[in-house]
């Protein structure tokens, strides 16, 4: 079965720092380009974070460009998005997504993983 | 950063209604753009990708067309699982963008 799964979230102080992981299984996952995309509670979808299939490009919204690093380990399949200086804004629920690349879209999701930000 | 807006926010419909969403972006983006259903407590859905090609397994009361900056997903005739939230997103060029999205409920 085709199966993304997030971990790592948790409740930080404003400032803290998180790493979130996105488990791959069922598919070859470096055939794939990956993302995170998060949904603050109550509000719509916003794209965090992507990176290509071999890591060598990545990309970033810009309410999260120099605090998020987006990351891949292939021979784990796994992601990763490390969070520094986080924000009460950042409270979301944060999903991580696959995408072949090229013409398609993000056609595997995962449940995501919980961030609350909050002193 | 690639802008979009979608229209409108909230459609009211009734099952059976043929309904349309439209999707604009600030520049054009040639046919790179996706269409996704959600439905509360749950991932996004991807129904449409290159603006127009259905994913499998969506049925085929989904429809998408444009491209460059003007876009609209179709739904021919709407069914009791159709009444969700309604994303459209770019992938032309990072960030990557989402649409604020449209709510289709029950009028």
């Known amino acids: 079965e085709v199966q993304l799964v997030e971990s790592g979230g948790g409740v930080v102080r404003p400032g803290g720092s998180l790493r979130l992981s996105c488990a791959a299984s069922?598919?070859?996952?470096?055939?794939?380009?990956m993302s995170w995309v998060r949904q603050a509670p109550g509000k719509g979808l916003e794209w965090v974070s992507g990176?290509?299939?071999?890591?060598?490009?990545?990309g970033y919204a810009d309410s999260v460009k120099g605090r998020f690093t987006i990351s891949r380990d292939n021979a784990k399949n796994s992601l990763y998005l490390q969070m520094n200086s986080l924000r009460a804004e950042d409270t979301a629920l944060y999903h991580c997504?696959?995408?072949?690349?090229?013409?398609?879209?993000?056609?595997?999701w995962g449940q995501g993983t919980t961030v609350t930000v909050s002193s | 950063v690639i802008w979009m807006t979608q229209s409108p926010s909230l459609l009211s419909a009734s099952t059976g209604d043929r309904v349309t969403i439209s999707c604009r972006m600030s520049?054009?983006?040639?046919?790179?753009l996706a269409w996704y259903q959600q439905k509360p407590g749950k991932a996004p859905e991807l129904l449409i990708y290159?603006?127009?090609t259905l994913q499998s397994g969506v049925p085929s009361r989904f429809s998408g067309s444009g491209s460059g900056t003007d876009f609209t997903l179709t739904i021919s005739c709407l069914q009791s699982e159709d009444f969700a939230t309604y994303y459209c997103?770019?992938?032309?060029?990072?960030?990557?963008?989402f649409g604020p999205g449209t709510k289709v409920d029950i009028k």
């Open positions: 520049q054009g983006i040639s046919s790179y």
């Open positions: 990176i290509n299939w071999n890591g060598g490009s990545t």
């Open positions: 290159a603006a127009s």
């Open positions: 997504a696959r995408r072949a690349g090229g013409i398609y879209g993000m056609d595997v």
């Open positions: 069922g598919f070859t996952f470096d055939d794939y380009g």
């Open positions: 997103q770019q992938y032309y060029s990072f960030p990557f963008t």
